[in-house]
Every structure is written in structure tokens, then in C-alpha cells.
């Protein structure tokens, strides 16, 4: 499978919201709980303003197989972006979180960002795994982090220099 990633345009709102709400309806490790609606979405994208970057990965026939974003975080300083990625179900190993995160830095380096956060679930090995493999490390730990349903989930902090 061939991947090509560009910047994000409105039409691609309702599969990326399909992306999302399926891994939501498996109960996967995303800290999101329930469905979310393209109107969900499309807030999401206009929130960061001109300060966010988001990024489509698209398969062999154009469908959007992933999308990650950057942008700024009230938790963060001014120079960090807050960054997340999502990856349809059973489209693993052709490399699109890389190449989402290769335009990501790019834009965030463009944006004026020198460093990127990414907050996943204690207990979500994929999301651990992937951020570690493309040069996170652990910057603050949140044991006690609980989702909106009250379970404890605890919360791992990754940083990347840009």
C-alpha cells in the first residue's frame, strides 16, 4: 500500500470522525469515551487556529487511513504543541504514523513550536510504543489519571525536541 500525506481539508471530516468512533466503539485505548459526532471534528480543527497543523494520511484509492494534529495546549508553555494520532483499524505496518509525523514536524517546526507533547493512556502499549519509536521519551507520569467514565487509567507524558 502506497501512503501520500497532505493538510487536512473539510471533506475529510466525516472519515475521520468514522476513524475516531470506531476505535471508540471497540473500546480502544483512546481517552475519548464516546461517539463524536463531524460536527465534533470540524470544532476540533478550527480550534487551534492558525497555530494547529493537521495532517491526512490516504491509501492507494484516496481514503483516509490516519490523521495526527499539533497545536497548542492550555497545560503546555507557548513554545510546545500538544500532538495526537489516529490510525483506521486494520491498516497497520505501512509506515503511516511516520510519515504523519514526518509533515507534523515540519509544520510544527513552521508554526514556531520547538517541542511536541504527546499524553496517552498508562495503559495504551500501542499508542506507548509508537511515540517511543519515533523519539518521545517520558518527560512526567500521571498515575492517577482517571477517564470521564472514573476509571484510572493513569496518563504518560512523551516530549519531542523539535
Do not use: C
Request: net charge negative; charged share 20%.
Amino acid at each position: 500500500m502506497q501512503i501520500k500525506v497532505r493538510t487536512f481539508i473539510d471533506e475529510d471530516i466525516p472519515q475521520m470522525t468514522e476513524i475516531l468512533n470506531e476505535i471508540i466503539e471497540i473500546g480502544g485505548t483512546t481517552a475519548y469515551l464516546s461517539p463524536l459526532s463531524e460536527n465534533d471534528i470540524a470544532q476540533w480543527v478550527a480550534r487551534g487556529g492558525s497555530k494547529a497543523s493537521w495532517s491526512i494520511a490516504l491509501d492507494d484509492i484516496n481514503r483516509v487511513v490516519g490523521f495526527q494534529w499539533a497545536e497548542p495546549h492550555h497545560l503546555l508553555p507557548p513554545e510546545a504543541a500538544s500532538v495526537a494520532s489516529f490510525v483506521r483499524l486494520g491498516v497497520v505496518g505501512a509506515g503511516i504514523g511516520s510519515k504523519l509525523f514526518e509533515q507534523t514536524t515540519k509544520n510544527a517546526r513552521s508554526l514556531g513550536f520547538s517541542w511536541l507533547n504527546a499524553s496517552i493512556r498508562s495503559d495504551n502499549v500501542s499508542g506507548q510504543s509508537y511515540y517511543s519509536k519515533i523519539g518521545f521519551n517520558d518527560w512526567h507520569l500521571e498515575p492517577e489519571a482517571t477517564l470521564s467514565d472514573g476509571r484510572i487509567t493513569g496518563k504518560t507524558h512523551k516530549r519531542f525536541d523539535l
